[in-house]
């Protein structure tokens, strides 16, 4: 499933956010959104999503304009993982993922045998076997953001949409899930803050600064220590390390 955002302009409180945006992301594409707080990122991801309505511009997903799909239709089709998920209700692990169900659900339809094997499947898959009968409010923030994403991949859209998603995760985890993410058959657009984890895992990078997009193409065209010190103003090293013959980048 593929993505366009073309000429995307999102105001919040009367305050432009992000001016003139447009990207493409094709079918089984992991794309990576990069730049510093603040840019935009995140306001681009809920546009994209239908939380946030832009003042101009359009976003369609496999050619379907994304504020004309219905909630229940959008669901069935993309999944999104933010960097903040308030829950209020004690479920257990196994009751939130199921909830990833809901979109392929009639009014009152109950779980059935296919559901569980989803369920139990993306347990296994995220590493969420231990947990699986803790309370959701019991776990740690890492721990509730692989259930949260464990939710997402329950509910088998075509196209993900991150924010964070190591957000909280220690290294372990952090590497499991982009791993996990990456060899799904299916597109992704996620904002990423670490940059190695960028340059290992995505295909194409779109960098942001001040609601504009300054430099796009691939990790190692957008990855240049010229345009890590326009946007995040530090100096680094960027390097190929020899054993592993992957890009690292070193902050000085």
Do not use: W
Not at 102 to 107: E, I
Not at 134 to 148: A, D, H, P
Not at 198 to 226: C, H, N, S, W
């Amino acid at each position: 499933m593929n993505l366009s955002v073309d000429n995307l302009s999102v105001s919040i409180a009367s305050k432009k956010i992000i001016e003139d945006i447009s990207l493409h992301v094709d079918q089984n594409q992991f794309v990576g959104l990069i730049g510093p707080n603040g840019c935009g990122k995140s306001t681009l991801l809920k546009s994209v999503s239908k939380i946030l309505e832009p003042d101009a511009g359009m976003i369609t997903l496999n050619g379907n304009n994304v504020q004309q799909l219905s909630n229940k239709e959008l669901a069935k089709k993309l999944g999104v993982v933010g960097q903040f998920n308030k829950v209020n209700f004690d479920f257990s692990v196994r009751q939130m993922l199921l909830l990833g169900r809901s979109p392929h659900k009639g009014l009152m339809e109950r779980d059935n045998a296919k559901d569980y094997e989803i369920v139990d499947k993306v347990i296994k898959q995220m590493d969420l076997g231990k947990l699986a009968d803790r309370s959701f409010l019991s776990l740690s923030g890492g721990e509730k953001q692989r259930v949260i994403l464990g939710r997402t991949l329950v509910q088998q859209p075509q196209f993900l949409v991150l924010d964070e998603p190591t957000n909280h995760l220690d290294i372990k985890h952090q590497l499991s899930i982009l791993k996990t993410v990456h060899a799904l058959p299916i597109s992704v657009l996620a904002a990423l803050h670490d940059l190695n984890l960028a340059t290992r895992f995505t295909d194409y990078l779109y960098a942001m600064k001040d609601g504009v997009i300054i430099k796009q193409g691939t990790p190692d065209e957008v990855l240049t220590e010229a345009v890590i010190r326009e946007l995040y103003e530090v100096e680094c090293r960027v390097y190929t390390n020899p054993i592993l013959g992957i890009k690292n980048i070193e902050f000085l």
